[in-house]
């Protein structure tokens, strides 16, 4: 269950001195573990419920990035404003498991949504100009397996609080 954190944290701080090759195997390990995770879920909902959020998270994921990659506008302010959305989105997660609610259990995927969909045109541009910065150079592969981390969060994140409110429990 905390594997998937486990490996997140070891490759943000310890993953600077690995090769591209170590990196690229612990992101597939990650892939994994969050796959088997997933699997879980996914099996509360019906087939036709999780084929549907799929389709529509694939979309508008990929609209959001496209819009992340070409626009104009400096989107470096929105980084602290939805990191500090998704600790209260964390927090306000754990009150609703203590004490659930109703209201909560329909606001909580709705932010999460907005939240995933800022940080993922946010990611893009972040990648997009971060890239330009370390091509060529010794960082380009730690920089390539951590993108591909944050957009790959930000695309499992955003189908499960779609899921949460779009599927069908079997």
Do not use: C
Not at 120 to 128: A, G, L
Not at 135 to 161: D, P, R, T
Request: aromatic share 14%; glycine share 12%.
């Amino acid at each position: 269950m905390f594997m998937p954190l486990g490996l997140i944290l070891f490759m943000s701080f310890a993953g600077h001195n690995r090769s591209a090759g170590t990196m690229q195997l612990l992101y597939w390990l990650f892939v994994g573990t969050m796959g088997v995770g997933l699997s879980t879920i996914l099996m509360t909902y019906t087939g036709v419920s999780v084929a549907r959020t799929f389709v529509i998270t694939a979309s508008a994921f990929a609209g959001l990035s496209l819009y992340g990659y070409t626009t104009k506008k400096d989107l470096s302010g929105m980084g602290t404003f939805l990191l500090m959305g998704l600790i209260g989105l964390v927090i306000a997660m754990v009150v609703n498991m203590i004490w659930p609610s109703g209201v909560m259990g329909f606001v909580i995927p709705v932010i999460g949504v907005l939240i995933f969909a800022g940080l993922t045109v946010y990611d893009t541009q972040r990648i997009k100009s971060g890239y330009f910065d370390v091509a060529g150079s010794s960082k380009e592969e730690h920089a390539a397996v951590m993108g591909a981390v944050a957009l790959y969060l930000n695309f499992i994140n955003l189908f499960q609080f779609l899921l949460m409110f779009l599927g069908n429990r079997d």
